[in-house]
């Protein structure tokens, strides 16, 4: 939805717009609660959000911080709702990566989430899209997000042996 951002592109979140209204319970097993109050910690870890961007320049391919307006689907937003997910400062809108990141955030987890451009949602221009030119864009740079996954995760082993030792 950034008027900017182009097919292809890779938007490294590092906030979110939770728009499913689900409650996540049960992370944990025997787990009741359900409430979690998203302020009292970041869900999305800041030194993976900056690897990842660190990758991506060092590769040589498109990637930005962004912030995903997450949506329950299955379908492709109205134009009004395009105009009111930028106005309240979302980058790109999907349909999953909420409920991952709660999970993550409820065991403790450190979190990186990427989120591939696969279509633009430009509200008084909008292109006509489908699922398989979704799945067709979002394969055209797997080797990217690759690339990023794996250098986070030798990172984090790195860093993790060495916190280990120490």
Not at 48 to 54: G, V
Not at 61 to 86: D, H, I, L, S
């Amino acid at each position: 939805m950034h008027p900017d951002l182009t097919v292809g592109e890779i938007v490294v979140l590092d906030d979110i717009l939770d728009f499913t209204f689900r409650p996540f319970c049960g992370a944990r097993p025997g787990d009741r609660e359900c409430f979690r109050d998203a302020r009292q910690a970041p869900v999305i870890d800041e030194t993976l959000i900056e690897l990842a961007l660190a990758t991506a320049r060092r590769e040589q391919f498109p990637a930005r911080r962004g912030v995903y307006a997450a949506v329950t689907g299955p379908n492709y937003e109205t134009r009004a709702e395009y105009r009111m997910f930028r106005q309240l400062g979302a980058d790109v809108v999907g349909m999953s990566t909420a409920a991952e990141l709660q999970a993550a955030a409820t065991l403790g987890l450190r979190a990186l989430a990427l989120s591939t451009v696969t279509n633009v949602c430009r509200p008084d221009a909008l292109e006509p899209t489908d699922g398989g030119a979704v799945v067709s864009a979002a394969a055209s740079v797997a080797d990217r997000v690759l690339a990023i996954v794996r250098e986070v995760v030798s990172q984090d082993r790195m860093t993790s042996s060495g916190d280990a030792r120490q």
